[in-house]
């Protein structure tokens, strides 16, 4: 029994930080997961939820993948050891995933966004998306069928309430 309850809190993510704009930015095809090499200042200050994805992108050099303008605000108790607020961080991936983004990007036009920040099991995760930009057009889209969706629902409630 208690190991039931270990097994489903290991495996229970706590959401740190989520990035809108990608999403209305670019049209995300495929999502990856992986882990982030961190420094200790650096956990402590995503753990309080100060950092940003939305300059952020992947790219891949050397046949590693690395997160560049990432911002994680400096942690104030880390005064010897801290940490450059928009260094480039490697993130952990199998190395067929990597190659397989690594082609997208070189060949398919495709642009590496990180879509979410969150922790995973005690671990720092990062989601991915290969995705490719959105034309005009298409957010104007986007941004009338959310203005439908909401206005269907403003109204939906009003009729609830007998207004």
């Known amino acids: 029994m208690a190991d039931a309850k270990k097994d489903s809190a290991e495996k229970k993510e706590v959401l740190v930080v989520k990035n809108r704009r990608a999403t209305?930015?670019?049209?995300?095809?495929?999502?990856?997961?992986?882990?982030?090499?961190?420094?200790?200042?650096?956990?402590?200050?995503v753990r309080a939820g100060k950092t940003e994805l939305v300059d952020a992108y992947g790219a891949v050099e050397n046949g590693e993948l690395w997160l560049k303008q990432m911002y994680?605000?400096?942690?104030e108790q880390a005064t010897v050891f801290g940490h450059e607020p928009r260094r480039s961080r490697k993130v952990l991936l199998h190395k067929r995933e990597?190659?397989?983004?690594?082609?997208?990007?070189?060949?398919?036009?495709?642009?590496l966004v990180p879509l979410r920040l969150y922790f995973k099991g005690g671990k720092l995760?990062?989601?991915?998306?290969?995705a490719?930009?959105?034309?005009?057009?298409d957010k104007?889209?986007?941004i009338a069928k959310k203005t439908a969706e909401r206005e269907a629902r403003a109204a939906m409630g009003r009729a609830r309430r007998g207004g």
């Open 72 to 75: 994680i605000a400096p942690f």
């Open 125 to 130: 995760k990062v989601e991915l998306g290969l």
């Open 140 to 142: 104007r889209a986007d």
């Open 98 to 111: 990597i190659d397989r983004i690594d082609e997208a990007v070189a060949r398919e036009g495709y642009t």
């Open 24 to 45: 209305f930015d670019y049209a995300v095809e495929e999502r990856f997961e992986g882990g982030l090499v961190l420094k200790g200042s650096e956990v402590k200050s």
């Open 132 to 137: 490719r930009g959105k034309k005009t057009h």
